[in-house]
């Protein structure tokens, strides 16, 4: 149990360019999902907070209109990177928490985006 | 002070060894505690999960707990080299559901 998929495993795309990344909870219901970010070597850093339909939160320094957040369901919820450039080249990682109310995490296999 | 500190590592044992992997915490109203480990280019895991003082053991992996002392550790006994990772000590602040982790303790477990 307890399964998170996320799509695409791996996006090249030109500087400019909108990259969309889904994160989906495969076998229960996510009421809230998270967006991390992690570049090599560094630990995990936590981007923005989502819950099906609502606003996301956003984390201090993270441009809430560059990464747009969208928690369509309970089993969805999708980040994209606008206008990307080399720096938001990374490893993109969502978990999602269930609604049996348990603060576990669960991590979706991430993306890694390279911006050329 | 950073809310979850880890030691620093990287930590090195023989395979078949226990690896002992240490976590503090600086809230001290926190409540749920886990570990994640992490292959190189891969996401984390969950492992283990533990929210009482004391230990808990699942397979050969064991979590011991001492909120008084605010710490939190894993243990990995008869390591193989499959464990070689980095494991993440996430602890729940509280009344907040998002997670705090401490920077991780790589392991490497030498044939």
């Known amino acids: 149990g307890a399964v998170v998929s996320q799509h695409p495993s791996r996006v090249i795309c030109k500087s400019g360019t909108s990259v969309k990344i889904e994160c989906r909870s495969l076998?229960?219901?996510?009421?809230?999902m998270f967006w991390y970010r992690q570049f090599p070597k560094q630990s995990l850093m936590l981007m923005a907070t989502?819950?099906?339909?609502?606003?996301?939160?956003?984390e201090q320094g993270v441009e809430k209109d560059k990464f747009l957040i969208n928690h369509a369901s309970l089993t969805l919820s999708t980040l994209t990177v606008t206008s990307a450039h080399p720096e938001d080249s990374s490893f993109y990682i969502c978990?999602?928490?269930?609604?049996?109310?348990?603060?576990?995490?669960?991590f979706g296999p991430g993306t890694r985006l390279t911006v050329t | 002070q950073k809310e979850v500190e880890q030691n620093s590592g990287p930590l090195s044992v023989p395979e078949g060894a226990i690896a002992s992997l240490n976590c503090t915490y600086s809230d001290r109203g926190s409540q749920s505690f886990f570990w994640y480990r992490q292959y190189s280019g891969k996401s984390p895991e969950l492992i283990m999960s533990?929210?009482?003082?004391g230990d808990k053991e699942d397979g050969r992996f064991t979590a011991q707990l001492n909120k008084a002392s605010q710490y939190v550790s894993l243990l990995i006994r008869d390591s193989q080299p499959s464990d070689s990772a980095t494991y993440l000590c996430a602890v729940n602040p509280p009344d907040d559901y998002k997670l705090s982790f401490g920077a991780g303790t790589t392991v490497t477990v030498r044939a």
């Open positions: 989502s819950n099906e339909g609502s606003k996301a939160t956003y």
């Open positions: 076998d229960f219901q996510a009421t809230t």
């Open positions: 533990i929210y009482s003082n």
């Open positions: 978990s999602a928490r269930g609604l049996a109310g348990g603060l576990e995490q669960y």
